[in-house]
């Protein structure tokens, strides 16, 4: 009976697909908290790498951004 309420399937592709989005978002906060502190270290040095690693951060920030826009729409549309 539980079987029948229950559908194991979907269950457990729900909790694989929240895996992979928390891993997947992690790693991209991740990578632009590392972004802003390298260009923050290197801002006095003068050399490009400030604005490389400004680009990869805020890439990602805007990602990750991008991320829970996408999922705040999929919930407000169900």
């Not at 050399?47 to 805020?58: K, L, Q």
């Amino acid at each position: 009976m539980i079987a029948a309420i229950v559908e194991v399937g979907k269950l457990l592709g729900v909790v694989r697909d929240a895996i992979v989005a928390t891993l997947g978002l992690t790693t991209l906060f991740s990578l632009a908290i590392l972004g802003f502190a390298r260009a923050s270290e290197r801002r006095g040095s003068g050399t490009n790498a400030v604005f490389g690693y400004a680009a990869i951060a805020s890439i990602c920030l805007l990602c990750c951004l991008a991320a829970v826009i996408y999922g705040v729409a999929i919930l407000a549309s169900k």
